[in-house]
């Protein structure tokens, strides 16, 4: 398995107001002793954004990029995505970074809420992303997926089947946002596997899952209260998930994402090391 790590992971996160953020030393120096040799590259700012800058500091903790989350307006038919998309393209081709994480992004600050969307946006949302898909196909890269996510225009079961039907750009299959939202991602697995072509590990909490659903938390509570539980843990079936891939012949990266909101700087090998060296421990026990 090709793992990386990412920064959320240590509540390193884009959303306002999320949380304390944790510096990027720490972060990075807690990575590297679990042995994780990538990351993906969190929010703007986590990361010097020049490529050659990056590629050095990442290099001096023995680490690469191989991907990144970013969150774009795609529904609005009177506004085109790849205005603000193609100086990102470049910069992800020229610092070598493999796969660009779309989410389709209401367009309001965080992931509590979120507007209905009608016909004329959802032909805008699936003919954008064929037209980026196309557009970085065709100067080499990078792979382009989309990331259903919570509090995003593609967040249900209806809406995951939607864009699977009605464009062909590959999914970044995240098991957690993905059963929070209402899929099963082994159905996924099982339905749509040649589609996946990058992957979120998240394990999760059901019963604070079916709160958010019902609208008893937001999105936001709920990441603080723990609905993301170390992978093994949790309600997810990450092990069938992770086989069913490798039957499927899925070759891309494992990406260990258990999103968390701190208040304070964890004490030394506490905190998000522990989880994560945990969702570590679990996968090579898969293997």
């Known amino acids: 398995m090709k793992i990386a790590g990412a920064p959320i992971s240590w509540g390193v996160c884009e959303v306002p107001g999320w949380g304390h953020q944790l510096g990027r030393d720490r972060v990075l120096a807690e990575m590297r002793d679990l042995g994780l040799t990538a990351t993906e590259l969190g929010p703007d700012g986590f990361l010097p954004p020049d490529p050659e800058e990056r590629r050095a500091l990442l290099g001096a903790y023995g680490m690469r990029a191989v991907g990144g989350f970013v969150p774009v307006v795609l529904h609005d038919p009177g506004r085109d995505p790849l205005v603000g998309l193609r100086p990102l393209l470049e910069s992800f081709r020229e610092g070598g970074i493999e796969v660009m994480v779309l989410a389709a992004a209401t367009g309001l600050d965080g992931y509590d809420e979120r507007p209905a969307l009608g016909p004329a946006g959802w032909e805008a949302l699936l003919g954008a992303l064929d037209r980026v898909l196309k557009e970085a196909a065709d100067a080499g890269g990078p792979l382009i997926t989309l990331h259903p996510h919570v509090g995003t225009m593609v967040e249900t079961r209806e809406e995951v089947r939607r ?86 012949g899925y070759d891309g990266w494992y990406v260990m994402e258990q999103d968390v909101v701190l208040d304070r700087d964890p004490e030394p090998g506490e905190g998000p090391i522990r989880d994560v060296r945990a969702g570590m421990d679990f996968l090579e026990g898969l293997t």
């Open 163 to 248: 864009v699977l039907d009605g464009c062909a750009v590959p999914l970044c299959l995240d098991t957690g946002h993905l059963l929070i939202g209402g899929t099963d991602p082994l159905d996924v697995v099982r339905e749509a596997p040649e589609r996946v072509a990058h992957v979120h590990l998240k394990d999760v909490d059901a019963g604070l899952a079916g709160q958010v659903g019902d609208g008893r938390l937001t999105y936001t509570e709920a990441v603080a209260k723990g609905i993301y539980r170390p992978l093994g843990t949790g309600d997810v079936d990450v092990a069938a998930v992770v086989r069913g891939l490798g039957m499927a």
